[in-house]
């Protein structure tokens, strides 16, 4: 990957914060993170745990970070961050919980994960499944994509403002993106 698209990637991954300014009373304002479909392949029971590509999982090495924030852009502390997707190959695991977990942020609205780059298949872009539920709050399901995945502008769900920032010349590669979501 050029350093030009890498650079337009981060430029991409940057705009998703989507910081708007100010509110009525003065306070900051974040925009929220655009809702997508939860698609067919979710199941419910995932176990808690940072480390989604297990041993034998194919694909590219991927560490997943950023933060949660609220619609006053402030940190949203043990918001549950549900995650899902396909293998390298672009294979859903409909039977067991390969490549299925969530996390829970940190006090500073902080997540991480560890997976791969997910392959894609028929119709569909890489991508990888998302819910973000802030306690007591609303949850927020969407999807995350890649900078310049040939398949983007084929995919009709595909979003530019959820594009990760992604960093490939790092081992693992690394993707960074802040949600927003509901309170």
């Not at 959820?162 to 590669?173: E, I, N």
Request: overall charge positive; glycine content about 12%.
């Amino acid at each position: 990957m050029s350093a030009t698209r890498i650079l337009l990637g981060t430029l991409a991954g940057l705009a998703t914060i989507g910081m708007a300014g100010t509110g009525a009373a003065g306070a900051a304002t974040c925009t929220a993170t655009p809702a997508q479909t939860e698609g067919p392949y979710y199941r419910a029971g995932a176990p808690q745990r940072t480390v989604l590509a297990t041993a034998g999982v194919r694909g590219t090495r991927l560490v997943v970070s950023g933060r949660v924030l609220d619609p006053s852009c402030r940190p949203v502390a043990r918001a549950r961050v549900d995650v899902w997707q396909a293998d390298g190959s672009g294979a859903y695991d409909n039977a067991g919980y390969r490549l299925r977990g969530w996390v829970r942020t940190d006090a500073r609205g902080r997540y991480r994960f560890t997976t791969v780059v997910p392959g894609q298949y028929p119709g569909r872009t890489e991508h990888i499944h998302v819910k973000i539920t802030p306690p007591g709050g609303d949850t927020l399901t969407t999807q995350l994509y890649f900078p310049n995945a040939g398949a983007n502008d084929g995919d009709f769900i595909y979003d530019r403002r959820l594009l990760v920032r992604l960093d490939t010349s790092a081992r693992p590669w690394r993707a960074t993106f802040t949600f927003v979501a509901p309170r």
